[in-house]
């Protein structure tokens, strides 16, 4: 019995000294699916990193304790990290080929996720539209919209802005598109959206972000050309109701070539506007 005590007080005490080391220290406790000790240490092992997030799951309850320093990292990039290997969970759904990896012991059932995190989506839409001008009602009706299409409309809207060299526009258009971008609800996502969405989720933010926030229009077309490159894969595996033409300006880029998307098939190019506007050719199209 002492023994037991014994190991326990020790366990406590490796806790709370690996808790200590992480400032800024904020706790959540979500759902994270598997079934095993294996599972277990999985979990923690990739919702885990020395002095800035620790997770602590439990097999029994299903649920994580997530501690991490709010200042370093969220909780969505820490469950996204769990999520990639292998783990459904509150926010996001394991890729097919992580969970297919998986010990056939840790082959949980897999449940269709309908549940999103506490804190409603449209507050954090709220704060990025009060930065744009726009008020609460609109980060409303973005929530309620289409999952996708709010984030396509707004790209295009920015592209057009570039091909004009207008600055202050794009910089409008980049705010709107990455508040469409915070409102997307990934359980509302197709299976092959979902994916993708995974993998560049945090690039179109944080080009959207620089496109927001520079006003230099050279800057801007510098991080265009990454979002474009990210929101292509994300319109293939949508396919949108109107027809997308994947464009290409081989003179962009210091001569290396550099795509964009557009809905009309004319040629305008953003990285060159009046300049240059007609460069370029179409690669490919997209259409359901």
């Not at 019995?1 to 000294?17: C, D, E, F, P, R």
């Not at 926010?91 to 949980?108: F, T, W």
């Not at 449940?111 to 804190?119: C, G, P, S, Y």
């Not at 004319?266 to 506007?277: F, H, R, T, V």
Request: aromatic share 8%; charged share 25%; net charge positive.
């Amino acid at each position: 019995m002492k023994s037991i005590i014994l190991t326990a007080a020790v366990v406590l005490l490796s806790n709370s000294a690996s808790l200590a080391q992480i400032n800024n220290a904020k706790t959540d406790t979500v759902k994270v699916y598997g079934d095993c000790g294996m599972c277990e240490t999985t979990i923690e092992k990739a919702g885990s990193k020395k002095k800035q997030y620790k997770t602590d799951w439990n097999a029994d309850t299903r649920m994580a304790i997530i501690t991490y320093d709010s200042k370093k990292t969220d909780l969505n990039a820490i469950l996204k990290d769990i999520a990639l290997s292998g783990y459904d969970n509150i926010k996001y759904l394991a890729p097919d080929d992580a969970y297919d990896k998986l010990p056939g012991c840790c082959k949980y059932k897999r449940e269709e996720k309908k549940t999103v995190l506490q804190k409603p989506v449209t507050d954090t839409i709220a704060s990025m539209l009060t930065h744009a001008g726009h008020n609460n009602n609109t980060a409303t009706n973005i929530a309620e919209a289409s999952q996708l299409k709010a984030v396509f409309d707004n790209y295009f809207a920015l592209k057009d802005a570039l091909v004009k060299t207008d600055a202050i526009t794009a910089a409008a258009k980049a705010s709107a598109m990455l508040a469409a971008l915070y409102a997307v609800e990934m359980s509302k996502l197709t299976t092959d959206e979902h994916t993708v969405w995974m993998k560049v989720e945090k690039e179109l933010r944080t080009d959207a972000q620089h496109i927001r926030d520079n006003k230099e229009v050279e800057h801007q077309r510098e991080h265009f050309m990454l979002l474009s490159k990210n929101m292509y894969e994300l319109v293939k595996v949508s396919k949108p109701a109107d027809t997308v033409y994947y464009q290409f300006c081989p003179m962009a880029n210091d001569g290396k070539g550099a795509n964009w998307l557009s809905k009309e098939s004319a040629i305008k190019n953003p990285y060159y506007g009046s300049q240059m506007l007609s460069c370029g050719k179409i690669v490919e199209t997209i259409k359901q």
